[in-house]
């Protein structure tokens, strides 16, 4: 399984979108925009990063955020929205989900 660790060091009482997905057979476009939300991402303010893990085809993407404020951010963003209209081509099943974490007793760094 690859595994891609961009957090910060401590992310205790910050927020992490959780997106798991399984990647469809008709991914055209999606390696590009995927490098551009990657990009574009690291322009909002509150974005502190994110792990990767999975084996290219079914993955998880958490990022970590300051505040949901800052997330309710780059869901307005341009990029994103034009991503997300590409859902059903990219992507058999995904889901998401935002949570509040307490606690970050982290081994990785």
């Known amino acids: ?7 910060p060091k401590n992310v205790k009482d910050c927020y992490a979108v959780i ?6 057979d008709n ?3 999606y390696a590009d925009m995927d490098q551009k939300t990657i ?9 502190l990063g994110y792990e990767k893990f999975g084996d290219g085809k079914e993955n998880t993407f ?19 929205i034009e991503a997300k209209k590409h859902g059903k081509q990219w992507y058999s099943k995904m889901r998401v989900q935002t949570v509040k974490v307490h606690d ?3 081994f990785w760094l």
């Open 1 to 7: 399984m690859g595994e891609i660790h961009k957090i």
């Open 19 to 24: 997106f798991s997905y399984k990647l469809s």
């Open 27 to 29: 991914l055209e476009g």
């Open 39 to 47: 990009d574009a991402v690291t322009d909002i303010p509150g974005y």
């Open 62 to 80: 958490i990022s970590y955020w300051k505040d949901l404020e800052s997330i309710d951010i780059w869901r307005k963003n341009f990029l994103h």
């Open 104 to 106: 970050d007793i982290n």
